[in-house]
């Protein structure tokens, strides 16, 4: 292995984790990474002072240029949109708060009602940690600019996640399966008391499978829905508990199809958000595992 692809290596982890964070899809993430490569290639390491933030610079660029042609895509997307799956490879990474934080789906979903430039700015400085100078030379804005959307990121991000307190992930897991647990023999008090009163059911399918078109809220209308979904797996299909994007899952299967995936927020000791994937160009890569670290 040539110094350039050792360099890189060795990094791989933490420029996944940018990518991914700041695109929502690991499909994407690795598509960058390995565009970013090539241009790493053709670099002359004697002039690379920080290999780190030389990398870290590379790889933002050529996330931002995906996410900007993604976000076009967007306007004609069919329902919620919802970032692609990850299966984080080690269990390290929920024993650090902020990373597992960072790439939960809440978080994500927070992320989205950011410009591309804020996205990159603070998931930069607030998941990574580098300073307001790297960050400007990584999206080409000033130093004064980036410290501007730097603020505005963080306002924006904490007013919607004005809840969020780490759990315990061996809580979170057994409050999930005790809700499935109740919902799959029919106790509907037991799945009540699991559910935040305003509890939300995303689901995000692109018009491809049947699915929510638009979020479903409330305690009562979601332990319907999943009721629904459970009666219609029980019959025809399995689910088979997994951990997604450091937070409990459940993969749903109808005879040998793999139909999607469910990740689970809890917050307070209650269910307050599941998120659906049922859109199949988001499942192909979801059960390859991913290095993530900061």
Do not use: C
């Not at 967007?74 to 970032?83: A, F, K, N, S, V």
């Not at 080690?90 to 950011?114: C, Q």
């Not at 990121?153 to 057994?174: G, I, L, M, Y």
Request: hydrophobic share 45%.
């Amino acid at each position: 292995m040539n110094e350039h692809a050792e360099r890189f290596t060795l990094l791989r982890p933490l420029l996944f984790t940018i990518a991914y964070e700041i695109l929502g899809s690991a499909t994407e993430a690795d598509d960058v990474l390995q565009e970013s490569y090539l241009r790493w290639a053709e670099v002359d390491l004697a002039g690379v002072q920080d290999t780190k933030a030389y990398l870290a610079q590379l790889v933002t660029r050529q996330a931002l240029n995906a996410l900007r042609a993604q976000t076009r895509r967007r306007e004609d997307y069919i329902g919620p949109w919802l970032p692609e799956p990850l299966l984080v490879e080690s269990k390290d990474a929920s024993a650090d708060v902020v990373l597992a934080e960072s790439v939960s789906m809440a978080m994500l979903v927070v992320l989205e009602t950011l410009t591309p430039d804020e996205r990159a700015v603070f998931v930069l400085r607030e998941v990574f940690g580098f300073s307001h100078d790297e960050i400007a030379a990584a999206v080409g804005r000033s130093v004064a600019s980036v410290r501007q959307m730097a603020h505005r990121a963080r306002e924006n991000v904490q007013s919607r996640r004005k809840r969020f307190e780490p759990v315990d992930p061996q809580t979170s897991a057994e409050i999930t399966m005790r809700f499935f647990a109740a919902a799959s023999t029919g106790d509907v008090d037991g799945l009540m008391e699991l559910l935040a009163p305003d509890v939300v059911w995303t689901a995000d399918s692109a018009g491809k499978r049947s699915a929510a078109r638009r979020p479903v809220t409330g305690a009562e209308r979601v332990s319907k829905l999943i009721l629904g979904l459970l009666r219609v797996a029980g019959e025809e299909g399995r689910l088979e508990p997994a951990v997604y994007n450091n937070a409990p899952a459940l993969k749903l299967y109808l005879g040998d199809s793999f139909e999607g995936i469910v990740t689970v927020e809890v917050a307070d000791g209650k269910i307050s958000h599941f998120y659906a994937m049922r859109n199949p160009d988001k499942l192909t890569g979801v059960d390859i595992p991913r290095a993530i670290s900061r």
